[in-house]
C-alpha cells in the first residue's frame, strides 16, 4: 500500500525559532498533499493543500507567512513554521493523494510539536 | 458548525458486543472514506464507499453509504479491544481537495 513518513516524529522547540517538518511519499508519487494539525482528543483540521510547483492554498484563519509550505518534488513536501509560540504545539500530520486515484489520501505519522 | 455530524462521540462497550457510528451532513458527497486512528499516529484508511446505496465489508466492519450520498454508518460486529481508537470519517464534495473530517468517534472496548 501506499506509505507517507514524516519527519521528525516529535520536535521540542523554544519559543521564537522555526520548525521544518517533512512529509514523503515513499513508494508513489504525490501531485497533491495536505497539511492537518489536530489537538488532543479533536479530529482533523485542514491547514492547507499543497500542490507540486505551486503555491499552497490555506484554509481559512491559516496564517500562510507563519505556516511556510513548500511543494518541491512530487514526493516531497515540507511546513515550516515560523517564530513558533507555545499556541502552535499541536500534532501535525500530512497526507498524500497517490497518483490516478482522486479520492484516496494516505496519511503519514504525525509530527508531535511542542513551543516552550 | 461541522459539515460531518459524527455519532456517538464517545463509546464505551465490552468486547463481543455490536456497535454502530455514524456519519451524516447536508451535503452530497461524490466519495466518503472510514479511517481509524491510535493515540500518536496518523489516521489509516478503512475504506472508500462512492456509490449510492453501497455496501462494503471488511472482515467484521460493515460500511454502508446512503442512497443520496448524504450519510454513512460503520457497523461492527463482535467488537474486540484491538478496535479501540478514534474512529473519523472523511467526504470529499467536488474532489479530493475538498475533503473535510468530521469530529471523530472515540470507541473504546473493554476485555
Known amino acids: 500500500g501506499a506509505v507517507v513518513s514524516q519527519h521528525p516524529s516529535r520536535v521540542i522547540c523554544k519559543s521564537g525559532t522555526s520548525v521544518k517538518i517533512e512529509c514523503r511519499s515513499l513508494?508513489?508519487?504525490?501531485?497533491?498533499m495536505f497539511w492537518y494539525r489536530q489537538f488532543p482528543k479533536q479530529s482533523l483540521m485542514l491547514m492547507a493543500t499543497?500542490?507540486?510547483?505551486?503555491?499552497?492554498?490555506?484554509e481559512q484563519g491559516v496564517e500562510k507567512d507563519k505556516f511556510l509550505i513548500n511543494h518541491a518534488s512530487l514526493t516531497l513536501s515540507t511546513l515550516t513554521v515560523t517564530s513558533a509560540h507555545p499556541e502552535d504545539s499541536s500534532f501535525y500530520i500530512c497526507?498524500?493523494?497517490?497518483?490516478?486515484?482522486?479520492?484516496?489520501?494516505?496519511f503519514g505519522p504525525g509530527t508531535r510539536l511542542t513551543v516552550t | 458548525t461541522q459539515l460531518l455530524e459524527q455519532s456517538p462521540q464517545f463509546l464505551s462497550i465490552q468486547e463481543g458486543e455490536n456497535l454502530t457510528v455514524y456519519c451524516n451532513s447536508s451535503?452530497?458527497?461524490?466519495?466518503l472514506q472510514w479511517y481509524r486512528q491510535e493515540p500518536g499516529e496518523g489516521p489509516v484508511l478503512l475504506v472508500t464507499?462512492?456509490?449510492?446505496?453501497e455496501v462494503k465489508k471488511l472482515k467484521r466492519l460493515t460500511f454502508q453509504f446512503g442512497d443520496a450520498r448524504k450519510d454513512s454508518s460503520l457497523h461492527i460486529t463482535a467488537a474486540q479491544p484491538g478496535d479501540t481508537g478514534l474512529y473519523l470519517c472523511?467526504?470529499?464534495?467536488?474532489?479530493?481537495?475538498?475533503?473535510?473530517f468530521g469530529a471523530g468517534t472515540r470507541l473504546t472496548v473493554k476485555p
Open positions: 497526507s498524500a493523494v497517490a497518483g490516478g486515484n482522486t479520492y484516496e489520501q494516505y
Open positions: 513508494d508513489f508519487q504525490a501531485t497533491t
Open positions: 499543497s500542490n507540486e510547483g505551486s503555491k499552497a492554498t490555506y
Open positions: 451535503s452530497v458527497f461524490s466519495s
Open positions: 464507499v462512492v456509490t449510492g446505496g
Open positions: 472523511a467526504g470529499a464534495r467536488y474532489n479530493n481537495n475538498d475533503m473535510r
